[in-house]
């Protein structure tokens, strides 16, 4: 929906204008391509040969540890997270010769940010507003997964979430359906390619359908409720954006919506997900999410996960998935083990069986399995074949472009290489959490601690830990000692006032992230904030500068408090310390802008800037609004889209080319961004659209557009984004998709809190 104007203005001289795409309408560009009529054929006829016994084992999903010689020779149809190409090869030779019926398994795998070469946590790179960061990620990822015999990855996460204690939020693009969408449907094109059936590509499975990033209090597998219209506006987008960019698989989620497991869902698996949205591939469970639908205890078996009480026991769940639209169960076996008997009750369907196989069968010869099922056994022993020189280029520039220069008083970074730096904090000298969680198959001797980054920068760095992290995990983690002691402080004081210049190496460690990692506090953990105090203090007058290593918003407050600078770095993947000292010695100009929230503290949460709003909006300075009474603000700590840079930036020139439009029509909009500093840098233009009065209360902005802009000093360049009815329009509570009259209000900036105004009126 964004289109770039290329006008370049240094100076006096204004280059030629060309009009080309921007990036997020090139990810978003819908490129599924048309069910193959030679596919299909085949489809139809293995499908017409097989026994119903046949057809149960396909839509089975084993993990590595469930395996057997004897699954792959009655014809299993999956198996995830085997990753030794040895052993998928032993399996996939027994399906393909032995199986009556020579069925190839699809082998799946969580490549989440990274098989072997991890990039920045999904979270991070959505900070670099730049789908070629997610591209370029599940790009190499896919060549390094389809390298060991794998073909399919649980991967884009593109949960959209309003809550920080959730250890997932890590695995998305944060609070916005738009970025979301930008960014899951990029990663989908990289992963996939234009056709997935290619030796270094694989197919993607868009997780998790749906409203995952939403549990009741942040933690994992829980409630959620909402309303239609609030499900359609910014939960389904993503998934939807995914789909169109040509994911042929979903996963199904662990939570129920609305009273109604993700996994049992008929509305939002096949009214919407197949009917409505045309998809043709198939949809797995999530672990043992049908088993989780038993009622407790559990029966029949007499075992296993249970809770949601929606069936009685396994053979009504296994009903209740199939005939809800799951395709294919992972771990648990309530459909395999118990679909004859369901058959002949008339419990589930042999059509809608037939639907199932039918669907994991076309993406099975969509994959090009039954042409090449086996593994190069040569190629994926090779250690050539996996982070290389390039792909760790590649993840070093991707975490550059992901961090978030949130503070920077006194222009305190860069600092000086030449100069002695001292690094302090329990995360400085830590290889294993710079891979951050879900690290694939990525090993902590690949990564580059911090200080081994700052180190080859500037050759008389220290470090010094003050405290160090447990890497707990529950339900140890609730008494871990992260950083409880304060008997390193003086040793670190002394490294400080030893050296021209500090950075303090604070956050979570890579375990206080991803599932099962709910946090009721989203504080530093332990005395990391008395760590930066007690440094602080001791060299009042020297640059301090704080990198955070996190998964999730932290309350900052404190920090910000004290510390002249502060870089959010995340969890930067493999290259983490090369990346940050390129940003912290000045060699790259930070650029990342935050894709969620920063609460002040944690009583704010959910805090989100495209909230709906109130008839007594917050105002700090009166009573009787929607305010907190022991917190004279508002806003975040840090809002969505904001981010600062060595340089400095304007928004100017915001105009529209007209001010009447069709409801099928559309609106150009135009804005310069300059470069107003003296460093060369990168700005991200942002576009946001509020509907003011509409039959439903629309939210108080909404991003529709956006472009990374690179400038000289002195440096402008015009960007143009199309809005049309896709953006002007909203569901309403029946589902139904409308597009009502009146005034739109257009904002044009840098974050959220754009400040210039347009407006235009949708016609009848």
């Known amino acids: 929906m964004a289109a770039v104007l290329a006008t370049l203005v240094g100076g006096s001289v204004i280059a030629a204008t060309q009009v080309s795409q921007s990036s997020d309408e090139q990810a978003l560009a819908p490129s599924r391509p048309p069910a193959s009529r030679t596919i299909e054929q085949k489809v139809d006829d293995l499908l017409d040969r097989m026994t119903t016994k046949e057809k149960l084992q396909q839509v089975q999903l084993l993990s590595?540890?469930?395996?057997?010689?004897?699954?792959?020779?009655?014809?299993?149809?999956?198996?995830?997270?085997?990753?030794?190409?040895?052993?998928?090869?032993?399996?996939?030779?027994?399906a393909v010769e032995q199986s009556r019926l020579h069925i190839p398994?699809?082998?799946?795998?969580?490549?989440?940010?990274?098989?072997?070469?991890?990039?920045?946590?999904?979270?991070?790179?959505?900070?670099?507003?730049?789908?070629?960061?997610?591209?370029?990620?599940?790009?190499?990822?896919?060549?390094?997964?389809?390298?060991?015999?794998?073909?399919?990855?649980?991967?884009?996460?593109?949960?959209v979430s309003h809550e920080p204690r959730w250890g997932r939020i890590v695995e998305g693009a944060g609070e916005d359906p738009y970025l979301g969408s930008v960014m899951g449907a990029a990663r989908v094109k990289g992963a996939q390619g234009s056709r997935y059936s290619t030796r270094d590509k694989v197919v993607s499975s868009v997780k998790h359908y749906v409203a995952y990033g939403e549990p009741e209090g942040g933690r994992d597998y829980n409630t959620t409720d909402m309303s239609e219209q609030r499900l359609r506006n910014l939960y389904l987008p993503p998934f939807k954006a995914a789909i169109d960019a040509g994911a042929d698989t979903v996963m199904c989620s662990f939570n129920s919506?609305?009273?109604?497991?993700?996994?049992?869902?008929?509305?939002?698996?096949?009214?919407?997900?197949?009917?409505?949205?045309?998809?043709?591939?198939?949809?797995?469970?999530?672990?043992?999410?049908?088993?989780?639908?038993?009622?407790?205890?559990?029966?029949?078996?007499?075992?296993?996960?249970?809770?949601?009480?929606?069936?009685?026991?396994?053979?009504?769940?296994?009903?209740?998935?199939?005939?809800?639209?799951?395709?294919?169960?992972?771990?648990?076996?309530?459909?395999?083990?118990?679909?004859?008997?369901?058959?002949?009750?008339?419990?589930?369907?042999?059509?809608?069986?037939?639907?199932?196989?039918?669907?994991?069968?076309?993406?099975?010869?969509?994959?090009?399995?039954?042409?090449?099922?086996?593994?190069?056994?040569?190629?994926?022993?090779d250690p050539a074949s996996f982070l290389t020189d390039a792909d760790r280029a590649a993840a070093r520039k991707?975490?550059?472009?992901?961090?978030?220069?949130?503070?920077?008083?006194?222009?305190?970074?860069?600092?000086?290489?030449?100069?002695?730096?001292?690094?302090?904090?329990?995360?400085?000298?830590?290889?294993?959490?710079?891979?951050?969680?879900?690290?694939g198959r990525g090993e902590d001797s690949d990564a580059v601690s911090l200080f081994d980054g700052i180190k080859a920068q500037d050759p008389s760095a220290t470090y010094t830990p003050g405290c160090t992290m447990s890497h707990a995990e529950p339900p140890d983690a609730a008494t871990a000692d992260d950083c409880t002691s304060t008997a390193g402080f003086a040793e670190a004081v002394a490294a400080a006032r030893s050296a021209d210049q500090v950075v303090l190496a604070l956050g979570e460690t890579r375990e206080m992230s991803a599932e099962a990692e709910a946090r009721t506090t989203i504080?530093?953990?332990?005395?990391?904030?008395?760590?930066?105090?007690?440094?602080?203090?001791?060299?009042?007058?020297?640059?301090?500068?704080v990198v955070l290593f996190n998964g999730r918003p932290l309350t900052l407050a404190q920090v910000d408090a004290t510390a002249p600078a502060i870089l959010e770095a995340w969890f930067p993947g493999v290259e983490a310390g090369n990346a940050v000292a390129d940003v912290v010695f000045g060699g790259v100009n930070p650029s990342g802008k935050l894709p969620v929230s920063f609460p002040r503290t944690l009583g704010q949460v959910p805090i989100y800037y495209n909230h709906e709003p109130t008839g007594r909006p917050c105002d700090a300075t009166q009573k009787y609004t929607s305010r907190y009474r022991d917190l004279n603000a508002c806003d975040p700590l840090y809002e969505f889209g904001f981010g600062l840079s060595y340089t400095t930036f304007s928004v100017s020139d915001f105009a529209i080319d007209q001010s009447r439009v069709r409801p099928n029509g559309r609106v150009h909009a135009t804005m310069t961004v300059t470069n107003t500093g003296s460093r060369a840098g990168t700005?991200?233009?942002?576009?946001?659209?509020?509907?003011?009065?509409?039959?439903?209360?629309?939210?108080?902005?909404?991003?529709?557009?956006?472009?990374?802009?690179?400038?000289?000093?002195?440096?402008?360049?015009?960007?143009?984004?199309?809005?049309?009815r896709s953006d002007f329009g909203f569901y309403d509570n029946r589902g139904h998709f409308v597009v009502e009259p009146g005034r739109i209000e257009l904002y044009a900036g840098d974050s959220s809190s754009a400040s210039l105004r347009r407006t235009f009126t949708v016609t009848r």
Request: aromatic share 6%; charged share 25%; glycine share 8%.
């Open 64 to 94: 590595d540890g469930q395996i057997t010689d004897a699954d792959a020779e009655n014809g299993v149809g999956g198996v995830f997270s085997l990753t030794d190409p040895a052993k998928i090869n032993h399996y996939q030779h027994i």
């Open 105 to 159: 398994i699809l082998f799946a795998f969580d490549t989440i940010h990274g098989y072997r070469t991890i990039f920045p946590v999904p979270l991070g790179a959505a900070s670099s507003f730049d789908p070629d960061v997610a591209r370029t990620d599940a790009t190499i990822g896919a060549r390094e997964s389809a390298t060991v015999g794998l073909k399919q990855v649980y991967s884009p996460m593109v949960d």
């Open 257 to 381: 919506l609305n009273g109604v497991p993700g996994c049992a869902n008929r509305y939002t698996e096949t009214t919407i997900l197949k009917k409505q949205w045309g998809f043709d591939g198939f949809i797995e469970s999530d672990y043992t999410a049908v088993a989780e639908t038993r009622a407790c205890p559990p029966r029949t078996p007499d075992e296993g996960p249970c809770g949601h009480g929606t069936a009685a026991d396994g053979p009504q769940a296994g009903a209740n998935a199939l005939m809800a639209g799951t395709d294919s169960e992972m771990v648990s076996t309530n459909i395999r083990d118990y679909g004859q008997q369901l058959l002949q009750q008339h419990r589930i369907t042999m059509s809608r069986l037939d639907d199932a196989v039918r669907r994991i069968l076309r993406v099975k010869f969509r994959a090009g399995l039954f042409s090449h099922p086996y593994v190069d056994q040569d190629r994926a022993t």
């Open 398 to 439: 991707a975490a550059g472009e992901s961090m978030v220069l949130l503070k920077n008083s006194d222009s305190t970074l860069p600092l000086d290489k030449s100069k002695q730096t001292a690094v302090i904090g329990p995360l400085g000298d830590s290889k294993h959490d710079m891979l951050g969680p879900w690290w």
């Open 523 to 545: 504080d530093l953990p332990g005395k990391q904030q008395e760590l930066l105090d007690a440094v602080r203090a001791a060299v009042p007058d020297k640059p301090v500068a």
């Open 683 to 724: 700005d991200v233009a942002q576009l946001y659209l509020h509907d003011p009065v509409a039959s439903l209360s629309q939210p108080v902005r909404r991003l529709r557009g956006f472009e990374r802009v690179a400038l000289d000093p002195g440096e402008s360049r015009t960007v143009s984004f199309t809005i049309d």
